[in-house]
């Protein structure tokens, strides 16, 4: 990966270069953003250009043996670490690297749910497990090839249970000589305090609008200026999000049916007392629990739902540029946004926040939805 194959983060990408031309190298560097900003691909282009031997000031040259083998993300100094979910197909990271490779490979931007179907595991949730840490060290222990730095991405390093963590803060504080520790986080708030302390942070910002709608232009050689623009403003920052607008993501669609379905039944109910939608509340929340549906888009869906309720709460206020929504979506809060006001948007929140929070533990998904259903019926008013 090079530097120039990624969607702006100019700043970023002269930061890095000048930390390596001035031999300021971090030994562990922690790239925090959202999702669809380039955090992975600008940690790989960081490696890359390290290794480089013909490197310029702000790019690797790209046709080295070094760059060659950094491009196809099989340099033998090169090691990841990522979430998986144990199986027949293995319980370590090496097991699944060829599918991680690809998808990389394949797609530069993408999230868990990317990584999940490629995996084949829609309904689990991956972790970095405490055996993954085992084979950090040994592949750290190993002799590099050449003089240059042997380079661990760990992605999604929250993903880390607690034993995997603390076995790694030795070698974060001290790892062995021209060792580079690489963790592209998206919640970094979610891990230890300690290994936080031991890494340097560097900030990837959300991507300007202007930024997203010429590298979808160039993208997309028919797509116009407006319709590029109105793209890039739905997408907030996102160049993934914005990718999954163009592909009309059949998730997002799903979710704002979802979204439509409980919002207008708990209307129903709580307004017009019409309790035969108590009952379509119900079935709603037993589809919404299917084990079929799986922990990762149920919390994807509890995340879109809090998109549009502050989509919805801004809408109130006529300010077109703050929305970032469909025009399907802008529909429905023509109507449904008079709804969503200071008297219940914050309690709307905390009670989507929190049945996020506790899918994410596990918790009884039907017993979930259900208590978020009547929660509904009780503050959409």
Not at 5 to 15: L, T
Not at 23 to 42: D, E, N, P
Not at 297 to 315: C, D, P, V, W
């Amino acid at each position: 990966m090079r530097f120039c194959e990624i969607v702006g983060q100019e700043e970023v990408k002269r930061q890095l270069c000048q930390a390596v031309r001035d031999g300021r190298i971090a030994h562990a560097q922690l790239f925090t953003g959202i999702s669809g900003v380039g955090k992975l691909s600008l940690a790989l282009a960081y490696a890359q250009y390290l290794a480089c031997p013909n490197k310029s000031e702000s790019d690797s040259c790209g046709v080295c043996p070094s760059c060659l083998q950094y491009q196809k993300l099989q340099h033998p100094d090169l090691h990841f670490a990522f979430p998986i979910v144990k199986g027949e197909d293995g319980d370590v990271c090496d097991d699944f690297v060829d599918k991680f490779r690809s998808l990389i490979l394949e797609e530069h931007y993408f999230d868990l749910d990317d990584w999940y179907r490629r995996m084949g595991v829609e309904t689990k949730q991956g972790m970095i497990y405490e055996k993954e840490s085992s084979e950090i060290l040994r592949k750290l222990s190993l002799k590099s090839f050449g003089d240059g730095y042997k380079v661990m991405i760990i992605w999604q390093p929250e993903k880390m249970n607690t034993t995997c963590a603390n076995k790694l803060l030795k070698l974060l504080e001290e790892p062995p000589t021209k060792t580079l520790f690489l963790l592209v986080s998206e919640h970094p708030e979610q891990l230890l305090s300690t290994v936080l302390s031991r890494v340097q942070e560097v900030r990837v910002p959300r991507l300007s609008k202007d930024t997203i709608a010429v590298a979808l232009r160039g993208e997309y050689s028919w797509l116009g200026e407006e319709e590029s623009m109105n793209i890039a403003h739905m997408a907030n920052g996102s160049y993934l999000s914005a990718l999954r607008v163009m592909s009309e993501n059949e998730d997002n669609q799903t979710y704002f049916d979802d979204f439509v379905a409980l919002m207008r039944n708990a209307w129903l109910v709580g307004q017009k007392k019409d309790y035969s939608a108590l009952l379509k509340l119900r079935q709603w929340s037993m589809e919404m629990a299917d084990s079929k549906v799986g922990r990762e888009k149920q919390k994807a869906f509890l995340q879109y739902a809090q998109r549009q309720l502050r989509e919805n709460y801004i809408y109130n206020f006529g300010c077109s540029e703050m929305n970032y929504q469909t025009e399907k979506e802008k529909g429905f809060s023509t109507r449904f946004a008079p709804f969503i006001h200071e008297g219940n948007v914050e309690k709307m929140m905390e009670e989507f926040g929190k049945a996020e929070q506790q899918i994410g533990q596990n918790g009884n998904a039907k017993i979930i939805f259900f208590d978020l259903c009547l929660q509904m019926i009780v503050l959409v008013k």
